[in-house]
């Protein structure tokens, strides 16, 4: 079956950069999705399409895609980002649809 | 702007059959798009249920493919999620969602506990 996987955990300090990754074989093929899920709340998409911003998610949010990995970045962290992250993609096929097993992101 | 709304059974009994059904407001779901669930266990990641396109085409996940039905009923805008022969593991939140570029549009997710 196929895997995405995330570093369970980063850590940083407001004003900071984090940056989260999520490695997976048909990476180089599929998009990437992000999704951020703060405590007691169903997720929300933050980049689809490896990079593509949606509207009403802020400017400090961006990504980007290298070979098999794909990075979200957060510039200048805030106390309110403080949530777990999720990649999402597809197996090669483009029919099924997998999860990474998401990164917690905590806010110093 | 897409509303959705899960409803069903809080509690399920192993080896019984969950069901779950989802209101769509805000868009005709025979207009377009795909429609899926997609569950989370207390204090763990999200898994990929199913889905289905607008036509009725379903996609399922294989690990759960043998237990899983999903399907569109377009008279009251809705759609429907049937997984059987249930155990403790099935234990999690629900969420309906539907997906045009992304996963764009959750419900609020509704917990669903398999106890006797």
């Known amino acids: 079956s196929y895997e995405l996987t995330q570093p369970p955990s980063v850590s940083v300090s407001p004003g900071q950069t984090a940056r989260i990754t999520c490695s997976g074989d048909t990476l180089p093929k599929q998009y990437a999705y992000w999704y951020q899920q703060k405590a007691g709340q169903a997720p929300i998409v933050v980049m689809y399409?490896?990079?593509e911003r949606p509207s009403g998610i802020p400017e400090r949010f961006s990504g980007s895609s290298s070979g098999t990995t794909v990075t979200l970045t957060i510039s200048a962290v805030q106390a309110e980002d403080e949530a777990d992250y999720y990649c999402q993609s597809a197996d090669s096929s483009d029919t099924y649809v997998v999860f990474g097993g998401g990164t917690k992101l905590t806010v110093l | 702007q897409v509303q959705l709304q899960e409803s069903g059974p809080g509690l399920v009994e192993p080896s019984e059959t969950l069901s779950l059904t989802c209101a769509v407001s805000?868009?005709?779901?025979?207009?377009?798009?795909?429609w899926g669930w997609i569950r989370q266990p207390p204090g763990k990641g999200l898994e990929w249920i199913g889905s289905?396109?607008?036509?009725?085409?379903?996609y399922y996940n294989p690990s759960l493919k043998s237990r899983v039905t999903i399907s569109l009923d377009t008279s009251k805008n809705q759609f429907s999620l049937r997984l059987s022969s249930v155990t403790a593991a099935d234990t999690a939140v629900y969420y309906c969602v539907s997906y045009r570029t992304c996963f764009d549009s959750w419900g609020q997710g509704t917990l669903v506990t398999v106890s006797s």
């Open positions: 805000g868009y005709s779901i025979s207009n377009g798009y795909f």
């Open positions: 399409k490896d990079n």
């Open positions: 289905i396109y607008y036509s009725g085409r379903t």
